[in-house]
């Protein structure tokens, strides 16, 4: 499986981006998608989960502000980002899970939020 993420930017706070990860080769087996940040100094973080159900998970400090979404039909992950912070500001990498496979991971998207 290969990921391509796409959308980051500098964009100023209170402001909102639109992430795209593009999936191709072997997309059947894909049973959930992420999304996670890291910023400078700090550790990789989980922002948000969906699996080929739909079902969606956040960690807190996205919630309300962070909308993931998949498009089975072009094999696209997005995560919408409104209200932005300047703690939001990290590189933005999608992965997908298979059974019995370690995870896929994309190439990561900066993102810049200017106070």
């Known amino acids: 499986v290969q990921l391509q993420a796409s959308g980051g930017g500098l964009v100023q706070a209170g402001g909102s981006l639109r992430l795209s990860c593009a999936a191709s080769?072997?997309?059947?087996?894909?049973?959930?998608m992420d999304w996670y940040r890291q910023a400078p100094g700090k550790e990789r973080e989980l922002v948000a989960s969906?699996?080929?159900?739909?079902?969606?998970t956040y960690t807190d400090s996205v919630k309300g502000r962070f909308t993931i979404s998949r498009d089975n039909a072009k094999n696209t992950l997005y995560l919408q980002m409104n209200s932005l912070k300047p703690e939001d500001t990290a590189v933005y990498y999608c992965t997908a899970r298979i059974t019995g496979w370690a995870p896929y991971w994309g190439q990561g998207t900066l993102v810049t939020v200017s106070s």
């Open positions: 969906i699996t080929s159900g739909g079902t969606t």
């Open positions: 080769g072997g997309t059947r087996g894909i049973y959930a």
